[in-house]
Every structure is written in structure tokens, then in C-alpha cells.
């Protein structure tokens, strides 16, 4: 007889990144396979729950631009030359495009 057990686990990630890829688009989209190597168990279902960016460049950049002034959001998405701080708000209340320049000792490209 098979028994159907639900489990929590924690999991580490180390992802290599753009230096203007938004983190949390690469997390949302990540492709994962738990597998049981023992061949007694039948792994069903996997479901990412729950995430948090623990170390990255992104984080500083986010804290020297600050919140969004619109809606208080404190990750942003990056992009441009030299680079930018963007937010746009969130699918259920967007609102005008906000963004900010990262500042000197951060900015990974130089201004012509």
C-alpha cells in the first residue's frame, strides 16, 4: 500500500546572471525535477512557494535607488546605459513608468 506524505524542503540555488536580469522574473520562470533515486517513492507534484534573494548585486542597487515613489516597491527591474532602476508597478495596480539611475561607485558602465 502507498501513503501519499507531504514534505517542506529547503533548497539553496546558485544562479549565475546578467548583470541586468531581474532575479525574480529568472525564479518565477526556473524549471526544477525532484526525482527518488531509491526507485520506492514517486515524486508527484513540486511546487516553488516560496523564494527570497539572499546575496546579490541587485540588492545593493535596490537600496541605493530606494523605493518606488509611486508605490513603495523596493526591487526593481534594471536595464539601460548607463543603468537604470525601473518600476512599473504590479499587474493588478500599474502605474506610470518610475525610474532612477544607479549611482557612481555602483554603476557598472561608464557614461560616454
Avoid at 10 to 34: G, P, R
Avoid at 73 to 79: A, L, Q
Avoid at 81 to 91: D, I, K, M, Q, S
Wanted: proline share 5%; net charge negative; with cysteine.
Amino acid at each position: 500500500m502507498a501513503r501519499k506524505v507531504y514534505v517542506t524542503l529547503t533548497v539553496k540555488a546558485i544562479i549565475l546572471a546578467d548583470d541586468d536580469a531581474n532575479v525574480q522574473e529568472i525564479i518565477d520562470e526556473l524549471d526544477y525535477n525532484f526525482s527518488d533515486t531509491t526507485g520506492k517513492a514517486e515524486v508527484l507534484d513540486t511546487t516553488l512557494e516560496e523564494s527570497e534573494i539572499t546575496d546579490s548585486k541587485l540588492k545593493e542597487y535596490d537600496k541605493a535607488t530606494g523605493p518606488c515613489p509611486y508605490c513603495g516597491r523596493k526591487e526593481h527591474w534594471y536595464n539601460d546605459v548607463p543603468l537604470r532602476a525601473f518600476c512599473w508597478g504590479t499587474e493588478k495596480k500599474p502605474h506610470r513608468e518610475w525610474h532612477k539611475k544607479v549611482p557612481g561607485k555602483l554603476q557598472p558602465y561608464k557614461e560616454a
